[in-house]
């Protein structure tokens, strides 16, 4: 059994029982030695849970930490790729780049790699990801799909429709989606999403999906030289998010829509994506390169490109850029 997964078993027995659990039942039940048991015990404790040892009468668990940990993060994650494997780190310079050398040496699809805060998170156009330790998700997700790198683009659709659905799913805020990748509450930025990608002429190697939601960071937090206004979901909704269940639920979305997106092509999400979108149907200025210029959108083609009919002039196919309202 993985590390993580003695981990995730003892939580879960210490959870499932009202009282005690003996050391002795526990190394029953997970094959392993009393001393291992005790180690992985030191373990959880050194990760922030705080377990009552008696003699004679065991372990039991008394708070768990806003932690995100694999254990916590995969007991009950029902999932078939995504969050195969989950590695947690304290600080890191970015999520992203460690799931990218991850995925170099071999990582399996579905591993997903979070950081608690971010020395250097990367965002779109070269620009700096704010990520203040304790308080919001940093996350990167190793995927291998069968597609070609022209293709690759598609899975924007995936990461920033499984960002919005979780989002319903725990608070009651109705996210809006803002072409290329962000995510808007209230018209703010509450998320934002960076795909990176490892390819050959014909086939993708691998495709690191980047993943910043802001959960429960405050308005003091947020800077104050943001290009967009920003918020949270603490912000938004006043209410405390849980990363743990957060970060769940959006990989449960995340493997749900990548099984889609393998089976049905990405036609299905877009489709989604498109009904969720801030700005279908409305005039926006397109900012791309050193060019500007005035437009109504008519939508998304299926390589992720903005579609912008200019009040003069044929349709723009808008490959990279910001787009404002
Ligand atoms: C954007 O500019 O909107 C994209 C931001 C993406 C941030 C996430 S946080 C986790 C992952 N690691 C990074 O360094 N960046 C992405």
């Not at 009393?34 to 009468?57: M, N």
């Not at 092509?265 to 397109?286: C, D, H, N, Q, T």
Request: charge should be neutral; hydrophobic fraction near 40%; aromatic fraction near 4%.
């Amino acid at each position: 059994m993985l590390e993580e997964s003695v981990d995730a078993r003892i939580l879960e027995i210490m959870l499932a029982g009202a009282g005690f659990a003996s050391g002795e039942a526990l190394s029953r039940e997970l094959g392993v030695s009393r001393t291992a048991v005790w180690k992985h015990i030191k373990g959880l404790r050194s990760q922030g849970y705080r377990i009552e040892s008696v003699p004679a009468k065991g372990y039991r668990l008394v708070t768990a930490p806003d932690l995100i940990t694999p254990a916590d993060l995969t007991r009950g994650l029902a999932t078939r790729r995504v969050g195969g494997r989950v590695v947690c780190l304290k600080e890191t310079d970015s999520t992203n780049s460690v799931a990218f050398r991850m995925a170099e040496d071999g990582a399996v699809e579905g591993t997903v790699v979070i950081a608690d805060t971010q020395s250097a998170g990367k965002g779109r156009l070269g620009r700096v990801w704010l990520s203040p330790p304790g308080v919001n998700l940093y996350c990167s997700v190793v995927l291998r799909p069968p597609i070609s790198p022209v293709a690759a683009c598609q899975l924007t659709f995936l990461s920033v429709v499984a960002v919005a659905r979780a989002i319903e799913r725990v608070t009651t805020l109705s996210p809006q989606i803002k072409w290329p990748n962000d995510i808007l509450v209230d018209g703010k930025k509450v998320a934002g999403l960076l795909n990176e990608m490892n390819a050959e002429t014909e086939k993708v190697n691998f495709v690191v999906l980047g993943i910043g939601v802001n959960l429960n960071m405050r308005l003091g937090q947020l800077g104050s030289t943001l290009r967009h206004p920003a918020t949270s979901l603490l912000e938004a909704s006043g209410q405390p998010v849980q990363r743990v269940g957060f970060t769940r639920a959006l990989l449960e979305e995340l493997d749900v829509l990548y099984d889609r997106f393998l089976v049905e092509g990405e036609a299905p999400i877009r489709a989604e994506w498109l009904e969720r979108s801030a700005i279908g149907g409305r005039r926006v200025k397109v900012s791309s390169g050193d060019r500007e210029f005035r437009g109504t959108v008519q939508g998304v083609d299926a390589f992720g490109a903005l579609l912008v009919q200019p009040e003069q002039g044929p349709l723009e196919t808008v490959l990279s850029g910001d787009v404002t309202l």
